[in-house]
C-alpha cells in the first residue's frame, strides 16, 4: 500500500458519508462518498413489458419502409433463391439477440416464413477490427439454436479474399466492404444505438463503417485528422466526420433492413427501431438525446464512473474515461472501477498493449505528435491511446486512478494513470468483489484527503451508467 494511503486512511473519517451502488459486471460495489456527491445519471425510461410484442410491432411497422416481407416480394429472385446477409455486433455489444425476446429468432422466422431457406442465410459479425469471436461467445450472444443451424462468420478486415472495393468516398477513401455482405440479395443489419465518444451514436452505418469494411478504411475512419475534429464526440451528427463518412459508405453498400434497439441505463430493453436505415438511426438518436444527456451547471474535483459492460478490457474502459471529461474540472481526478474481465486480453490486443505504453512514455502531445508525423504508419488500435490521452490532457498521470484487479501488476507499468493495486492493503489476489471494492473505495478517500490537504473540500460527482451517460456542460 502506498504510504500517502496509510496516512489518508487514518486521518479520514466517513461517519457521515452516504453509499453508492458502482456497476461491476452483473454486481454493484458498495462505495462510500462524501454526503454532498452528486449522483449524475440518465433519466428512467420505462422498460417494453412485452418485448416479444414489441419485436413483432416493430416488424410490422418500420420507419420509412415497407415490412421485410414486402421487400423479399419486390426482389428480382424467388425467395428460395433469395441470399441473406445479417451483421451482428460481437461480444462487446449488449445486443438482446438469443431467445425469445431476442432480436434473431423472430427475424430468422421472419425469413423464412417468406420462403427464404436456411442455409441460403449468412449470419456476419461486423468485428471491425476486434478479434475473432470464440466459440463461446458466439453462443452466449447468439443463442445455442441459432449457432448450430446457421452459418455464423467473422468478418476479417485484412483478408483481401473476403473484400470487395466499392469506390471511393467524398473524403477520398477507397473503401473495400465485406463480399458475403455486399453481394448477398437481401442485407440487414443490426444493432445497439447508444452514445458513441467520435461516431456520435451507435448502430445503423456503423455496422458496415467500420463493422464490415478493410483495415485502410477502418484507419483512415480512426485517424487523428477525423478523432480531433470537436464535432466527433458523443451525440453530435451535424458535421461529424466520423458519422458522415461511415452514413456515405453504408448508403453504397446497399442496406435493404434494420433492426437497431436501445436499451436503458440497466440494459433492459426500451425501444425497438425497424426499417429504413437512416431514419430508424435518427429516431434512435433523437430518443438517447431525451434520456441519456445530462446537462451540467459545474465541473467537480473527482468523478467516480465505470466501465460498464462495454469495458471488457482497457481498450474498450476508453469509452467511460473519455466520457467523463465534461464533468471534471482541469487538473482534477477522475476514479474508473473497471471490469476487464476478458480471459483472452484484459488490456487489449498486443499493438494497443505497445502503443498505450508508448502514450504513457510521450505523453499525449508527443503521441499525437507521432500520429501525424508522415513516417509514421497506421497501426492497428492506435485511436484508443489517442483517446486516453484527452483523458491525461485534462487531469494529468497522477489524477487518473485505474481499478482493475484482472490486470497483473507487471502490465499495469504499461497503462497511463494511477495503478489501482496500489489501494489493496494487501497483496493482490485473484479477483473478487470485495478486493474490488476496497481498491475502489481506497482511491476515493484517497482522493479527497489529498484535496484536503491543500485546505480544500472537493466537490464530487458519481456517473452511475458509466460509459453510457453523457454529461454535457451547459
Known amino acids: 500500500m502506498r504510504p500517502d494511503l496509510k496516512k489518508a486512511l487514518k486521518n479520514i473519517e466517513t461517519k457521515d458519508w452516504k453509499p453508492v451502488d ?33 419485436i413483432e410491432e416493430a416488424f410490422l411497422n418500420p420507419s420509412s419502409s415497407p415490412p421485410l416481407e414486402e421487400i423479399i416480394r419486390k426482389k428480382a429472385k ?19 439477440y438469443k431467445g425469445e425476446t431476442g432480436i434473431l429468432p423472430p427475424l430468422l422466422r421472419r425469413l423464412e416464413s417468406s420462403g427464404i431457406k436456411k442455409e441460403k442465410i449468412r449470419i456476419i459479425v ?39 472495393s466499392i469506390g471511393t468516398t467524398q473524403r477520398g477513401t477507397h473503401v473495400y466492404v ?19 465518444f467520435f461516431t456520435g451514436i451507435s448502430g445503423g452505418r456503423k455496422s458496415i463503417c467500420p463493422g464490415l469494411v478493410d483495415v485502410k478504411t477502418i484507419q483512415k475512419f480512426h485517424g487523428p485528422t477525423y478523432l480531433e475534429d470537436p464535432n466527433a464526440t458523443n451525440l453530435v451528427l451535424e458535421g461529424n466526420p466520423c458519422h458522415e463518412e461511415a452514413l456515405e459508405v453504408a448508403q453504397a453498400v446497399g442496406v435493404d433492413f434494420v433492426i437497431n434497439v436501445n436499451l436503458n441505463k440497466d440494459l433492459q430493453l426500451i ?46 474502459t476508453a469509452k467511460a474515461g473519455v466520457g467523463a471529461l465534461p464533468a471534471v474540472k482541469e487538473g482534477g481526478v477522475i476514479i474508473i472501477a473497471a471490469n476487464n474481465r476478458d480471459l483472452i486480453e484484459p488490456i487489449g490486443s498486443p499493438e494497443y498493449r505497445s502503443l498505450i505504453h508508448l502514450l504513457k512514455l510521450q505523453g499525449p502531445d508527443g503521441y499525437l505528435d507521432l500520429l501525424r508525423t508522415p513516417a509514421w504508419r497506421f497501426t492497428k488500435d492506435q485511436w484508443e491511446p489517442e483517446v486516453w490521452g484527452k483523458v491525461l490532457k485534462k487531469v494529468g498521470e497522477e489524477g487518473l486512478i485505474y481499478c482493475s484487479l484482472e490486470i497483473e501488476r507487471k502490465n499495469y507499468c504499461l497503462l497511463p494513470g494511477v495503478c489501482g493495486l496500489d489501494f489493496l492493503k494487501g497483496k493482490r ?45 451547459r
Do not use: W
Request: aromatic share 8%; with cysteine.
Open 22 to 54: 458502482v456497476e461491476f459486471g452483473r454486481n454493484a460495489l458498495k462505495i462510500l462518498v462524501p454526503r454532498h456527491c452528486a449522483e449524475l445519471t440518465m433519466k428512467e425510461m420505462p422498460i417494453l413489458p412485452n418485448p416479444r410484442e414489441a
Open 126 to 164: 461486423a468485428t471491425g477490427m476486434h478479434r475473432a469471436s470464440t466459440d463461446e461467445e458466439k453462443v452466449e450472444m447468439y443463442g445455442k439454436e441459432v449457432v448450430e443451424q446457421y452459418t455464423i462468420l467473422d468478418h476479417d478486415c485484412e483478408n483481401k479474399d473476403l473484400l470487395e
Open 78 to 96: 424467388p425467395p428460395e433463391e433469395i441470399s441473406v446477409a445479417i451483421a451482428v455486433s460481437d461480444i462487446t455489444r449488449p445486443v438482446p
Open 178 to 196: 465485406n463480399r458475403d455482405f455486399y453481394f448477398a440479395d437481401l442485407k440487414i443489419a443490426t444493432g445497439l444505438v447508444e452514445s458513441h
Open 271 to 316: 425501444r425497438i427501431f425497424t426499417g429504413d436505415m437512416v431514419e430508424a438511426n435518427l429516431r434512435a438518436f433523437e430518443m438517447i438525446k431525451g434520456y441519456a444527456e445530462i446537462p451540467l451547471k459545474e465541473e467537480f474535483d473527482i468523478v467516480l464512473t465505470h466501465s460498464g459492460y462495454v469495458g471488457r478490457d482497457h481498450y474498450q
Open 429 to 473: 489476489i485473484k479477483p473478487s468483489l470485495e478486493k474490488v471494492q476496497e481498491m475502489v473505495q481506497n482511491a476515493v478517500l484517497f482522493a479527497v484527503y489529498r484535496y484536503r490537504e491543500r485546505g480544500i473540500e472537493p466537490t464530487l460527482a458519481f456517473i452511475r451508467e458509466g460509459p453510457y451517460a453523457v454529461p454535457i456542460r
